[in-house]
């Protein structure tokens, strides 16, 4: 599953859709509040400008760990300075990352990849990696926005992601967005 990658998201066409008004379309305690909780290891895949990842550590306390990964340096700037106003760096660890490269072990108790998969050029080795870092019975929310992903591409991606082990639990509501909550089972 190697399909043509999407354009990535310039750096400064994230603040289009990352700015106050946000909130009023993704709650992110909507969102991700079933599946974060206190004292959690939690990986922002894709994390932009950190939207989700200030909101992750939020949830998951002092005690908790957000790791916050991205391919743009630029993106990870723009979150630390966030990060930093709003007293939360403490539990946040943000990483340069390379588009085959997750740069983490394992461990990790959720993760979160929103509107980032169809930028990634081969899916499945994404999917897999990512596998590999969940612990047995952690989650994987990913979003698409649906203006740029078709039902059919979503469902070759949740088709890929039960060959690599990560089970479909629930579709949730997301706005904008087609959404699924994968759980890695083996
Ligand atoms: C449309 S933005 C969404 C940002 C953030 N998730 C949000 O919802 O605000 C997509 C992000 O994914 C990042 N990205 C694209 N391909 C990636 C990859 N292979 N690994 C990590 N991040 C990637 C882009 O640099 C960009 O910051």
């Not at 066409?13 to 106050?20: C, G, I, R, T, V």
């Not at 990634?120 to 994404?126: G, I, K, R, T, Y």
């Not at 989650?139 to 039960?162: D, G, Q, W």
């Amino acid at each position: 599953m190697g399909r043509e990658r999407h354009r990535v998201c310039p750096w400064y066409e994230a603040y289009l859709f990352d700015n106050p008004l946000r909130r009023l379309v993704h709650s992110p305690a909507r969102i991700l509040g079933p599946y974060v909780d206190t004292g959690m290891t939690v990986l922002d895949i894709g994390c932009g400008m950190g939207f989700f990842s200030l909101a992750m550590a939020r949830l998951v306390g002092p005690e908790g760990r957000v790791f916050a990964l991205d391919i743009q340096p630029q993106m990870l700037r723009v979150l630390k300075r966030r990060a930093m106003r709003a007293d939360l760096m403490d539990r946040i660890e943000t990483r340069l990352i390379g588009d085959n490269d997750l740069g983490l072990d394992g461990g990790v108790d959720f993760v979160l990849a929103f509107w980032m998969v169809h930028e990634v050029p081969d899916q499945e080795s994404f999917l897999r990696r990512t596998a590999a870092v969940l612990n047995h019975g952690a989650k994987l929310l990913i979003a698409e926005p649906f203006y740029h992903v078709k039902a059919r591409e979503m469902e070759e991606v949740i088709s890929v992601a039960a060959r690599l082990g990560l089970t479909a639990l629930e579709r949730p509501k997301v706005r904008m967005s087609r959404a699924v909550v994968l759980e890695r089972k083996r």
